[in-house]
């Protein structure tokens, strides 16, 4: 049994070890030098519009799909960097709303199957108040991009 522990854990680690280093081996030698927006980002009274390209305003600059960016900006990092904060916190509000929407209807059927037992009745209750606690970080995740906005000095 602790042979098959010690191959199992040596192989997890290889695996750890060695999975993002093939996978760094392969990217390009160069960073890009756009990025694809996913929404309209407004830096400075500056808007680049969602479903384009943004990128160096540099000469030459070339984007993934070959043609330059239809946005070209001395800034554009900091376009990708709030494309990828709005990504993530959009993906983190959808989350957190399936949990709330979970923990209330599973609240809401403890309270209506309590048959007056008053321990389901505040586990109900308590569910629901965990739910609204949630709700409220999945509130404040939407303002994370503005958060960010605000201490980059935009």
Do not use: H
């Not at 479903?51 to 984007?63: E, F, H, I, M, R």
């Not at 979970?102 to 965990?130: C, E, H, L, Q």
């Amino acid at each position: 049994m602790k042979k098959i522990l010690i191959i199992s854990s040596v192989i997890t680690l290889l695996t750890v070890l060695g999975v993002p280093t093939v996978g760094l081996a392969a990217l390009p030698s160069s960073p890009p030098e756009c990025c694809y927006l996913e929404r309209d980002i407004k830096i400075n009274n500056i808007t680049c519009n969602k479903n384009t390209y943004v990128g160096s305003d540099a000469p030459g600059t070339l984007c993934q799909n070959g043609s330059s960016p239809a946005c070209q900006r001395p800034n554009w990092g900091i376009y990708c960097l709030l494309n990828a904060i709005y990504t993530v916190t959009d993906w983190i509000f959808y989350i957190l709303m399936a949990i709330v929407a979970i923990m209330v209807i599973w609240g809401a059927f403890n309270i209506v199957t309590a048959g007056g037992d008053p321990s389901k009745v505040s586990t109900g209750r308590n569910f629901i108040v965990y739910a609204m606690v949630g709700f409220a970080l999945a509130l404040l995740s939407k303002a994370i991009p503005s958060i960010a906005q605000a201490v980059l000095g935009m």
